[in-house]
């Protein structure tokens, strides 16, 4: 993963105070990305004329060793890159992907001027896996940027109309617009690549990512590597029976689950198969960089059904003694707190009046209640999070699974609140803030483990690659959105939602993600959205996937809850979804956010 930043400036123009201060600051904010190496590269073209400005921070995460950026060529081609090819493009263990990708480029560096940006689209549509990048081809006087299709690396820009005026930045990472004194910052859309010939115009190209259901003759593109969802509804005789309809919903314990038909087992074999080679990917041949002991993977760990299922695929293609940090965040929540003190208070005053009913002595509810007060940071997502731990301790016995409580006091959240706010920028709503502060805490790997004792110790994760289970439930019906549709329209709405949620997915979540774990020099990867993950499950029938007529914690993401059982999990295949700022308590922190919504624009007056 790396830091990424351009901009072009007019040579003969006088550098603006406000462009000084913005170059410097997202040139700190990218070193935070790529804190193993960084470099700058200018380059001035007589053409505009204009001085191009390349800065490349890294993270060494592929090769033997840290591979510097900007990519430089003799040729005078320079490449940027964010991003990791797993296929597509081979990449041996011991090379750098993009001292790879930059050698593809170079081949077709002489392609005429009318046939270039075909030969370059060709290249970057092979690539699968995510991405950001800058790439400037001397000899057309062009540059080409972009990010992959589903979004999943952050790309920001400054530019000041569709004739692009100068100066022109793209960036990594960004800052709110609350920054007056700075140059204003907007998302790149993840829609397709853009170019931009270095002419007096200054015009952008656009090519758009397109489905392989769409037939653009005339147009350049990009084909996105995976189809629309299967709209084929099930029959009656490819259903396995309902449950009776007096099975009420807390009936649906780990050991009632549907049957599985022979479609369905075939699904499930699949699945195994193609999430399995997306985990591999990502965990294979990480550098090791720190002590021997070191885990170089962590897994964003609520106890949930997607990131249990990923713990235990990386633990088949992990060295057997090596550990693997299980990242739990829980937020001190002081509205949470004060409501459950009051429901402890008023079920230990009843408890009192018994005892004494019964000519008991008070004292032993009193005791009872002090020993047994709920820890302050015990939320939901750390409870689901032990019970899934002895699951993972059952199946893989052999492996050290290091549970890290990451424990955030309410003065420590207030206080890093702002800077959070600043990470998240273009997008400021409180859904987005509370979502970014766990996993902004999370990624940071600061907390304690349990030793074998019992005694908790303090602990720091160093592992710099950070498995999430995000696309599974938009994916596999997880939503309680797709329960809405499924009620109100059936299995036909149900496949629209599931395409919708997948079409918008690259707007949603993945660039605010990826700007907050990396502001700690970790990179997220996200197996279930590997183009073949996504491409299987986009073809798949969709009862196979998502039965909404069974109960919750059954029929959404059922597909998923098969596999689970099939990895050795029984609780857990039985897990509901719960969202990270209600698991680990970041929603609402206060009596004054009590009436928040989740799409408001945050105030930042409020703590």
């Known amino acids: 993963m790396c830091g990424i930043l351009f901009s072009i400036q007019d040579s003969h123009g006088t550098l603006t105070d406000k462009y000084t201060r913005t170059w410097a600051t997202l040139q700190e904010l990218n070193s935070r990305r790529g804190p193993s190496a960084q470099d700058t590269h200018t380059k001035v073209t007589q053409e505009l004329p204009a001085t191009l400005t390349f800065y490349g921070a890294v993270l060494h995460l592929r090769g033997d060793t840290v591979c510097r950026q900007p990519h430089v060529t003799q040729s005078g081609n320079v490449l940027l890159w964010n991003g990791e090819i797993f296929d597509g493009i081979a990449v041996d ?6 001292e790879v990708l930059m050698a593809k480029l170079e081949s077709i560096s002489e392609e005429p001027l009318s046939d270039y940006p075909r030969a370059f689209l060709n290249i970057m549509a092979k690539i699968e896996g995510p991405y950001a990048f800058l790439y400037f081809h001397a000899s057309t006087k062009q540059i080409f940027f972009g990010r992959d299709c589903l979004g999943r690396r952050s790309l920001l820009w400054h530019k000041s109309t569709e004739n692009v005026d100068l100066p022109f930045i793209l960036t990594s990472v960004g800052y709110s617009s609350f920054r007056s004194d700075l140059l204003p910052l907007d998302e790149v859309p993840a829609d397709g690549i853009y170019s931009m010939s270095l002419a007096k115009e200054r015009t952008l190209t656009h090519y758009p990512w397109v489905s392989a259901l769409e037939d653009q003759p005339e147009a350049l593109f990009m084909r996105l590597p995976f189809g629309r969802v299967n709209t084929t509804m099930p029959t009656e005789d490819q259903l396995p029976p309902a449950f009776a309809a007096d099975l009420k919903l807390d009936q649906a314990h780990p050991e009632i689950a549907p049957p599985m038909t022979d479609d369905m087992r075939h699904a499930v074999a699949q699945l195994l198969e193609v999430l399995g080679d997306s985990v591999r990917r990502r965990v294979q041949d990480i550098p090791r960089t720190g002590l021997p002991h070191d885990a170089r993977v962590g897994i964003l760990f609520s106890g949930g059904l997607d990131c249990l299922c990923l713990a235990a695929l990386a633990d088949r293609f992990l060295p057997e003694g090596e550990a693997i940090d299980l990242l739990n965040v829980g937020f001190e929540n002081p509205r949470s707190e004060k409501a459950k003190a009051a429901e402890e208070a008023l079920a230990l ?3 009192k009046k018994l005892q004494l009913a019964n000519g008991q002595g008070s004292s032993s509810a009193v005791d009872a209640s ?3 007060a709920a820890k302050k940071f015990n939320v939901p997502d750390r409870i689901t999070g032990y019970e899934s731990l002895k699951e993972l301790q059952r199946i893989a016995p052999k492996r050290h699974w290091n549970f890290v409580e990451v424990n955030v006091p309410f003065e420590e959240a207030t206080a890093q609140r702002s800077e959070i706010l600043e990470r998240i920028a273009p997008l400021d709503t409180v859904m987005d803030l509370s979502i970014a502060m766990a996993f902004w805490f999370a990624s940071r790997g600061v907390g304690q483990i349990k030793m074998e004792d019992g005694e908790m110790t303090p602990y720091t994760s ?3 690659v950070l498995l999430s289970g995000l696309g599974a439930d938009e994916q ?8 809405d549709q499924f009620t109100a329209s059936g299995w036909e709405g149900l496949i629209e939602e599931l395409q919708l949620d997948l079409d918008r997915i690259s707007t949603r979540n993945l660039g605010r993600d990826d700007r907050i774990i990396s502001d700690h020099g970790k990179e997220a990867r996200y197996p279930f ?3 073949h993950v996504v491409a ?10 998502v039965d909404l007529r069974y109960p919750r914690g059954v029929g959404e993401k059922i597909l998923l809850r098969h596999m689970a059982r099939d990895l050795g999990f029984v609780r857990a295949s039985s897990h509901w979804k719960r969202a990270v700022q209600f698991g680990a308590r970041t929603a609402k922190m206060t009596e004054s956010g009590r009436s928040e919504i989740g799409q408001a624009v945050v105030d930042r007056s409020s703590p």
Do not use: I, M
């Open 93 to 98: 263990q011991h090379e750098n992907d993009g």
């Open 349 to 351: 005053k009843r408890l």
């Open 370 to 372: 002090k020993g047994n």
């Open 462 to 464: 160093q592992a710099k």
């Open 476 to 483: 596999l019906g997880g939503y309680s959105r797709h329960k």
């Open 529 to 531: 959205l590997g183009a």
């Open 536 to 545: 299987l499950l986009s073809s798949l029938r969709v009862d196979l996937k």
